[in-house]
């Protein structure tokens, strides 16, 4: 599968490496028993630092989307299909935020907006 | 263009003419050292062995010098020229010359272990250790020259050559890319390496109890060659800044291949029987190199100074997008 990092992106590098496994899985292009590859592997192929992508796949493992295994590396378990394509489009939101200078107060604000007209 | 063919045409040349001469050199002194021993030679010397461990092809001792000199000798040459015409002597001179080893090794050897023998101790001699120490030194001496003579990187590399309607990735350049797939394998595969270790493990074993254990150990190496040659079929392929690489078992590189040396990918459908004659690390028939394990769609590296590489990977579509995203920003680089 295809991994992309942007350097100019505000969201941190592991929100990136996060969000593009949330997404794969998401599409089904990564399923259940999927290997996700090695850390130093990623890590070496992105040019960025091994902590980088241990600290991704640190938070893909407490969101129950993948498992990681001493020796076996990191494998999908994708249980939770809708909580990680919620994350996915709060990273999105919160990116979109940024770059039109939105505040996180003036986001929040337009959620619960959001909330209160339905 | 013709500048780099010529280059190309006169690096093989070069490594098919040194092969040709160490596989001549072997041949002769093989069968040189066997003539210092024509004395003590039976008549009849055992040059074939049954299932039972029993010698059960001869051939007359003033045959057998010409004999082992056409096995390791003028076999090799024809392979090398074999593969000299299909322009790929870089690999097929050492593996010629590793050949050569082998059988000139194994005729010679053999022979040379008969000295003094009876016609009783003829039929019932063991070329198992001579067989083992034959494949041994193949391997190794046509490994050194694989490393001697493989290709290294063309200085300055080669020029970008993507075609229009080659897939490629819609990013901006400072977004960093990568790729990272899997080869995809066929059943064959699978059945062929089960039905490759039992040929090889059930004579292993019948060569153990019948004490031939030179044999046996040669049979049993084979076997875990062939086992991990045949698992390392499933493969990790990487596309990155740096390349592409192809890695099995954490142990076996099948392609390194670094993105100065990539003009362009596509996207191709591969028969790995029709184009390749089989699976796994592949000279094809057209003349393309590959790591081809099933039939179906496989990213296609085109390569400046060498053969066409090709990938029998899983979603070769967005391989191919990445390779030549890369490769297009190569262009654009200044350092």
């Known amino acids: ?118 | 263009m013709s500048k780099t063919s010529v280059r190309q045409d006169r690096g093989q040349l070069v490594v098919s003419a040194i092969s040709a001469a160490v596989i001549v050199l072997v041949a002769v002194a093989g069968v040189v050292a066997l003539w210092t021993a024509r004395d003590q030679l039976p008549d009849q010397i055992a040059t074939h062995w049954g299932a039972n461990g029993q010698a059960d092809g001869f051939t007359a001792v003033e045959r057998i010098f010409v004999t082992n000199a056409l096995l390791g000798g003028v076999l090799p040459l024809v392979l090398m020229l074999v593969g000299l015409a299909m322009k790929q002597g870089r690999i097929m001179g050492p593996l010629s010359v590793g050949l050569a080893v082998f059988l000139s090794g194994l005729g010679n050897g053999a022979a040379w272990m008969q000295r003094g023998m009876t016609p009783d101790e003829v039929a019932s001699s063991d070329p198992g250790w001579v067989m083992l120490i034959s494949a041994i030194a193949g391997v190794v001496v046509g490994a050194a020259l694989w490393l001697v003579f493989r290709r290294t990187p063309t200085p300055g590399g080669v020029a970008a050559n993507v075609a229009a309607d080659a897939p490629r990735l819609l990013v901006d350049d400072p977004v960093r890319v990568a790729w990272i797939g899997h080869t995809a394998v066929s059943k064959m595969v699978w059945v062929f390496l089960g039905f490759g270790i039992v040929v090889t493990v059930v004579p292993a074993v019948r060569a153990f109890a019948a004490g031939s254990w030179g044999l046996g150990i040669f049979l049993m190496l084979f076997a875990a060659l062939l086992t991990v040659f045949g698992l390392a079929m499933y493969a990790t392929a990487t596309v990155d800044a740096r390349g592409v690489r192809v890695r099995a078992l954490g142990l076996i590189t099948w392609a390194d291949i670094p993105l100065s040396e990539i003009a362009g990918a596509t996207v191709t459908v591969v028969n790995p029987v029709g184009e390749f004659g089989g699976w796994g690390r592949r000279i094809g028939f057209a003349g393309e190199q590959g790591i081809v394990t099933d039939a179906g769609p496989a990213l296609r590296l085109d390569r400046g100074h060498d053969a066409p590489f090709v990938i029998t990977v899983s979603d070769a579509e967005a391989a191919a997008a990445a390779v030549n995203t890369l490769v297009g920003r190569r262009s654009t680089d200044h350092e």
């Open chain 1, 1 to 118: 599968m295809l991994w992309q990092v942007d350097p100019r992106d505000p969201q941190p590098l592991y929100q990136q490496i996060a969000g593009t496994v949330r997404r794969a899985v998401g599409e089904g292009t990564l399923s259940s028993g999927d290997r996700l590859p090695a850390a130093k592997e990623l890590a070496a192929s992105l040019d960025v630092n091994l902590h980088t992508v241990l600290r991704a796949y640190q938070m893909l493992r407490d969101e129950g989307l993948i498992e990681l295994r001493r020796g076996r590396g990191a494998i999908v378990i994708a249980s939770d299909l809708g909580m990680s394509k919620l994350t996915t489009l709060a990273d999105d939101l919160v990116a979109q935020a940024k770059r039109l200078g939105v505040s996180r107060d003036e986001l929040a604000r337009i959620i619960l907006e959001g909330e209160a007209d339905e």
